[in-house]
């Protein structure tokens, strides 16, 4: 018998266990990284087949990738369900919408049209806008915003000065483009993919004998990563459901990192305001990760400016202690890449499998240094884009193989083997970068042999052929053995043993246009919380003080790391100095180097006794007070308290010797410089 199938209910955690045994109708699962929600949300639909409340076929799961809803077609198979449409938001319009169509529209289908780029480059000339590839791209995105929102061209300028939402161009030039565009999409009957979803919307609100006709059908509907839906998707599902409530959504509002395309959590925090009697479950066990990791992440995200109450969740890292995350501050760019290639190049010799380590980064541009290096370490990378799998021509022609292979007389690995020796699979890797990614992708569908048969042991050529098959149509793809390069969105429902996060300096995490707006910041710290859980085991983060070698060092590590780096790591002292060339801050009681920002700006380690001037301190935090209610900013603006801590330690003199101390630069000396000496003399 295949494991999992015995009982939906086996193996699993108190609060899995209350997901999978919530009694059907409306059910919110709050799902920390790593806590096995997956799992949770198919062994809920085996129990309501298994116990009789709705039949597969009647189940309707939608997910935001292909490779999402593989994968949840693929567990529920094992648990012995078939039959469960698991689909993307816009794969599920799409077959409903070629199905009513004959009844809602009549004529011929509309064609699908793939890509817009096409199309809004005629609507950006003939109202005379940009057509450059960068222009056309920034109207196309905005464009599929607006849809998403459900914000028509004639409503566009208004919204988008309402929100504060930054434009290319003019509102008016964007809505003008954005209606041109419309105008000859429909003139020329063609439908792009928010279109599937606003036309299957309609047809279920307009049409009452096929909206009766579709709720009859689908009967349980499941939404994971809910907190990234937008306000079409959500019209979309409510069409869906009309009056029913039962629904299961899963989402985390920690992990929301899509609004700028118009994602909202908004949905998700007010479910139970909704569905007042709807049952809600947190998962905070975290399974995928370390304690030191976890703790990290928690760190990170508590720190978060904003979060309403359903997003607090808090991760309990489950696994075995691991070692602490590293931090590492580069010079420039490029040695940061060769470095990181290098550790990799220890990490895989030591045994750790290219495919479970990941170089995870904000832009897809910081990309190529990484491909380079590994390169000339001599480590095999893919650049994320793994649902091409099975349009390779190599695995295309080895399923053609495996398919018509008739039986062999071996076991199953090892006839996966032999058909495909004469197609490149050599028991060692070629030479060349091109032959070795081939041989890569070969060797990989030997593995997912193997990994049918620790399923299956009775498998044979044609069920593998089939699983094969399977998995293509659900573009669901083995991993491939090299090292994963993606960005942090990318990485997203993605997870590795080792993960490096690179490139982390203000100006690209954040990235610079979010400076100015608190939202947009907090967005930034999500994706840096994500990308943190996606490690298992190890995690480094690392930054460069400048582009190229030999530029002025005037970067600065993300804010968001200050608090993350432990005050006694060599990465945590502020400003680099070292690496500036200037003198390596000093303990003024013991002598010893000093790290962390407190104990720089204080000038002694923090276990080295204070000799803090107590009178003073306070004199200086009453006058902070009286300039803070002057000038209506908080307290801290004017002075940090451990600014005025080694003012009160340190006791300066004069100007000189103030500005000495780490936070008081020319401006705020100008500024306070002479009140704050005459608060030092009247001690």
Known sequence: MRPDTESPESGLDEEQLAAVTAPRGPLCVLAGAGTGKTRTITRRIARLVATGHVAPGQVLAVTFTARAAGEMRTRLRLLGVSGVQARTFHAAALRQLRYFWPRVVGGERWQLLEGKLRVVGQAAARVKAGTDAASLRDFASEIEWAKSSLVTPERYPAEVAARRRDTPGSAEQVAAVYAGYEALKNGAELLDFDDLLLHTAAALEEHGAVAEEFRDRYRCFVVDEYQDVTPLQQRLLDAWLGDRDDLTVVGDANQTIYTFAGATPRHLLEFSRRFPEATIVRLQRDYRSTPQVVGAANKLINAARGRPAGSRLTLIGQQPPGPEPDFAEYDDEPAEAVAVARQIRRIVADGTPPAEIA??????????????????????????????????????????????????????????????????????????????????????????????????????????????????????????????????????????????????????????????????????????????????????????????????????????????????????????????????????????????????????????????????????RGWRSEQAREQNVPAFVIFTDATLTAIAEQRPSDAGALVGIPGIGARKLNRYGEAVLALISDG
């Open 359 to 620: 170089v995870l980064f904000r832009i897809n541009a910081q990309s190529e240094a990484y491909e380079q290096a590994l390169t000339e370490v001599g480590v095999p990378y893919q650049v994320r884009g793994g649902e091409r799998f099975f349009s390779r021509p190599e695995v295309r022609r080895a399923m053609t193989l495996i398919r018509t292979a008739g039986e062999v007389d071996a076991p199953l690995v090892d006839a996966v083997r032999a058909i495909l020796a004469p197609v490149g699979l050599t028991p060692e890797p070629p030479g060349g970068a091109a032959q070795r990614a081939q041989w890569e992708s070969l060797l990989a569908l030997v593995e997912l042999a193997e990994e049918l048969l620790a399923v299956e042991p009775e498998a044979d050529l044609a069920r593998f052929a089939a699983e094969l098959q399977t998995r293509a149509d659900s573009a669901h793809p083995p991993a491939v053995q090299g090292v994963t390069l993606a960005s942090l969105h990318a990485a997203k429902g993605l997870e590795w043993d080792v993960v490096f996060l690179v490139g982390l300096v203000d100006g690209t995490l954040p990235i610079q246009h979010a400076d100015g707006d608190e939202a947009a910041i907090e967005e930034e710290r999500r994706l840096l919380y994500v990308g943190i859980t996606r490690a298992r085991r190890r995690l480094q983060l690392s930054w460069a003080l400048a582009r190229q070698p030999g530029s002025p060092r005037r970067r600065r590590r993300s804010r968001f790391l200050y608090g993350l780096i432990p005050e006694h790591h060599p990465a945590s002292r502020v400003g680099a100095e070292s690496s500036r060339g200037g003198p390596k801050p000093r303990c003024r009681v013991c002598g010893s180097p000093v790290f962390g920002a407190d104990a720089t700006k204080l000038r002694r380690c923090s276990d080295c006794p204070s000799d803090v001037d107590v009178e003073l301190l306070d004199r200086l």
